[in-house]
């Protein structure tokens, strides 16, 4: 996936599109189904990304070193594996790929 630099204007709102996502994002279930022949390291992955992305909301956009390597690492692992996937799992997994593209865009 390709990202664009965000302008210090423009990175409250792109911030607030963050966290409403992210709220609707949580409220989901985790997918139950294919995902486990699909790739057995996506509830990993999954448990990652979401850590990651929470405490880039809690910190309002910050977010330490270790965890934008985590963020990118796992967001580069996942993406391969989104065209694998069907159904809820696939909707579920890309909401969490965009999410993860766009607090990347957002602190790089």
């Not at 992210?22 to 294919?34: D, L, S, V």
């Not at 985590?70 to 065209?83: G, H, Q, T």
Request: glycine fraction near 6%; include cysteine; proline fraction near 6%.
């Amino acid at each position: 996936m390709q990202t664009a630099r965000i302008g210090k204007s423009g990175k409250q709102p792109i911030l607030d599109e963050i966290s409403r996502r992210w709220e609707a994002w949580c409220r989901r279930p985790f997918p139950e189904g294919p995902h486990e022949t699909a790739d057995p390291e996506l509830v990993s992955i999954d448990t990652y990304l979401a850590g990651c992305i929470s405490v880039f909301v809690s910190n309002h956009g910050k977010l330490d070193r270790k965890r934008i390597y985590v963020l990118r690492s796992c967001a580069a692992e996942l993406d391969p594996v989104i065209d694998r996937l069907t159904g809820d799992t696939k909707e579920y997994f890309t909401e969490l790929s965009q999410l993860s593209h766009l607090v990347l865009q957002f602190i790089e």
